[in-house]
């Protein structure tokens, strides 16, 4: 993969993916329930004053995507929503091994969330490296993976 851009912090992140999502009509994050939940709320909410419907799907269940919708709280979970898309964003939690989605199990998912739609977006967002070092860029067509980097200071006063 080419690294096309260089940047840091959350902010960074957010930029980027609003960037890359902005011709999207409809996107559908696809996580593990919990740990990727914020996350989608997170790139959710910088998209939060346009015109395009999110959700979000836990794992595999697409019949179970929920709306993402904003708040005076930021974005959260709605109802149940149709879980067609032109733009998909895969969340590196569905990747780390103990949670046993495989790719080929996405392949799948993806070609039933995408039934219909002219224009196809694939988007990781993940943090160091997991869709690499898992097979999944081998395994899937990315068309733009967001990587970022985490650093953690336990601080003592």
Avoid at 6 to 18: D, M, N, P, V, W
């Amino acid at each position: 993969m080419e690294i096309i851009e260089k940047s840091e912090g959350i902010g960074a992140l957010l930029k980027s993916f609003a960037s890359l999502a902005k011709e999207s009509q409809k996107i559908i994050f696809i996580g593990t329930p919990g740990f990727c939940t914020p996350f989608a709320e997170i790139a959710a909410y910088s998209l939060r004053k346009s015109s395009r419907q999110m959700g979000f799907v836990a794992n595999t269940d697409i019949e179970k995507a929920k709306q993402l919708i904003p708040t005076d709280m930021g974005m959260q979970l709605g109802d149940t929503i149709n879980y067609h898309a032109d733009t998909v964003v895969l969340l590196g939690g569905l990747a780390m091994p103990k949670i046993g989605v495989e790719p080929e199990e996405l392949k799948t998912t993806l070609e039933s969330i995408y039934e219909g739609s002219q224009k196809k977006l694939l988007i990781g967002i993940c943090f160091q490296s997991i869709f690499e070092k898992q097979g999944w860029t081998d395994a899937l067509d990315f068309d733009c993976i967001i990587d970022s980097d985490m650093s953690v200071s336990l601080k003592k006063t």
